[in-house]
């Protein structure tokens, strides 16, 4: 069974940087793209960035120039990492692989 482990969250203020971690457990993830999500209270969860088997990412437009999106194949990991952060970053981050998510790791932001 496949699993999707977050770390990396905490608490910062803005213009800091945190840098989130999504390791995968088994071999579904080399073979597949991964996105990390947010969630912020009383809002949807929407995509934050998205990242080929290859390395190609996309990016929303809210966090272009700010957020780079990277992945190690070998360590099964997928990396976020988040620079000058504004308050409205604040959020849950999800990372996920198919229909498999991770549990979350709260990022918040203050300002």
């Known amino acids: 069974q496949v699993q999707l482990v977050e770390s990396g969250g905490g608490l910062v203020q803005a213009g800091e940087s945190l840098r989130l971690s999504c390791a995968a457990s088994g071999s579904i993830f080399s073979i597949n793209p991964m996105g990390w999500y947010r969630q912020a209270p009383g809002k949807q969860r929407e995509l934050v960035a998205t990242i080929t088997t290859v390395g190609g990412t996309v990016y929303a437009d809210f966090v272009k120039g700010r957020f780079t999106l990277s992945r190690d194949n070998a360590k099964n990991t997928v990396y976020l990492q988040m620079n000058s952060l504004k308050p409205e970053d604040t959020a849950v981050y999800y990372c996920?692989?198919?229909?498999?998510w991770g549990q979350g790791t709260q990022v918040t932001v203050s300002s």
């Open positions: 996920n692989v198919l229909w498999i």
